[in-house]
């Protein structure tokens, strides 16, 4: 069993870096509206974290990814490169905030809309964050970290939706992806378990279609290839003692 275990005080490092990304996502969510482009909100969210925040948009080059924020519009899955794309009335959006602040990380995503969006759209993103919630409810000091996936997978099956299984979610600390990585679908290859000190996200991609993916032009943004709607929600979460803490949570997020 390798060390997954953070001390003291890195845990509080990366629960500032968490405030932090979660801050971000309640600031922008008043200027995601109609006739607006996925660069302006990237560069909203930019400004911010440097200017206000004083931390590092750790998107940013990350293996060369181009800006500081992921903004994934309609079927696109996630990874999605900001550009001169203008949204409009109907749209689903995940921004995906990626924090570093004093060398710790914080990585936290939830889905916006805009004007009137469809029942399927609506359901979609309440079951995605349904799974993302109902997987976190199961975690516990000594639990299986194979639940997660179970619990995320039995809930997106009774609504039909797929499961993007290519990405998942992972330890975090010092670097923005480590040990453990977490399946979001049944599984036994997490055999490891749930310690008291670990901290990683979890961050369900489900999709109304076949679950099969593509990647753009650009290179990185993913696409489901059936051009379906995907929706993703993410957040950080420390094991504690007794049960878990949402590192990540937001001002007005009700946690059900
Ligand atoms: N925030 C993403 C995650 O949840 C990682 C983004 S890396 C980027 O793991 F390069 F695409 F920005
Ligand atoms: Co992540
Ligand atoms: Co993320």
Redesign the pocket.
Same mark, same amino acid.
């Given at each position: 069993m390798k060390n997954y275990i953070k001390k003291k005080i890195e845990i509080n490092k990366i629960k500032n870096a968490c405030n932090l990304a979660a801050k971000v996502l309640e600031m922008i969510e008043e200027h995601i509206i109609d006739g607006v482009t996925t660069n302006h909100i990237n560069n909203i969210c930019h400004k911010y974290i440097t200017n206000e925040l004083k931390a590092y948009p750790a998107?940013l080059n990350?293996?060369g990814?181009p800006k500081s924020v992921?903004i994934s519009v309609n079927e696109e899955v996630c #990874?999605g490169i900001p550009n001169e794309k203008i949204l409009k009335n109907g749209d689903i959006i995940n921004i995906?905030v /990626?924090i570093m602040k004093n060398g710790y990380y914080g990585?936290t995503?939830k889905m916006f809309t805009i004007g009137n969006i469809s029942n399927e759209a609506k359901n979609l993103i309440k079951i995605t964050q349904e799974c993302l919630y109902n997987a976190v409810k199961k975690i516990k000091h000594n639990e299986n970290l194979s639940i997660i996936g179970k619990t995320i997978e039995s809930h997106a099956e009774k609504y039909n939706y797929k499961i993007i299984k290519e990405y998942c979610g #992972?330890g975090i600390g010092k670097n923005? #992806?480590e040990d453990p990585y977490i399946l979001h679908y049944k599984n036994d290859k997490n055999k490891i378990k749930i310690y008291t000190g670990m901290i990683f /996200?979890i %961050?369900p991609i489900l999709t109304t279609g076949d679950g099969k993916t593509i990647l753009s032009k650009d290179g990185?943004t993913v696409l489901t290839q059936d051009k379906s709607l995907s929706a993703q929600w %993410?957040h950080t979460i420390l094991v504690t003692e007794n049960s878990y803490e949402i590192l990540t949570l937001r001002k007005n997020e009700f946690f059900y």
């Open positions: 998107s990350y293996n990814f992921c #990874h995906d /990626t990585d995503s #992972h923005l #992806h /996200t %961050e990185w %993410e």
